[in-house]
């Protein structure tokens, strides 16, 4: 039979050991914090009207380029026979099309650090950015 240390030094080994297997275990858990974190120097506060601000310029911007420019109408404006017209209104539409993509561009670099924005107050908002609880978490979930 055990003696009352020796049960002691055993649970504490257990404890230890499944402590250990949960913490590598639930490694996935904080996959967020090994990407890039741009905004981790920002109060929590700037970070929700950081994130409100980059919202309504995102939906702002989305309404700009919604319809996409086709140049049917600048270019069929012109007669069949009218060559020159015609190329014109194609450069016209090239023009507004690069003001389209451009815009676009725009669009998806908003949408890119929004992203990074929510990626952040997600973190915060699970808490993983305290290294105590963090641990805990990981140690302790099932």
């Known amino acids: 039979m055990l003696s009352g240390t020796q049960t002691l030094l055993v649970l504490v080994i257990g404890v230890g050991g499944g402590g250990y297997?949960?913490?590598t275990r639930n490694a996935a858990m904080d996959t967020d914090l090994r990407l890039p974190r741009?905004?981790?120097d920002l109060s929590t506060a700037d970070l929700g009207k950081l994130a409100a601000a980059?919202?309504?310029d995102l939906g702002d911007l989305q309404g700009s380029v919604a319809k996409?420019?086709?140049g049917e109408a600048e270019i069929d404006r012109f007669d069949a026979s009218d060559v020159g017209g015609k190329a014109?209104?194609?450069a016209s539409f090239?023009?507004?099309n690069e003001r389209w993509k451009h815009?676009?561009?725009k669009v998806f670099e908003r949408e890119g650090t929004l992203a990074d924005v929510r990626r952040e107050k997600s973190i915060?908002?699970?808490r993983l950015n305290i290294e105590p609880i963090r641990i805990w978490r990981r140690v302790s979930a099932f």
């Open 88 to 90: 014109g209104g194609f």
């Open 103 to 105: 815009s676009r561009g």
């Open 54 to 56: 980059y919202e309504t």
């Open 38 to 40: 741009p905004y981790k």
């Open 94 to 96: 090239q023009r507004e």
């Open 21 to 23: 297997y949960n913490y």
């Open 124 to 126: 915060r908002d699970r």
């Open 68 to 70: 996409v420019p086709t």
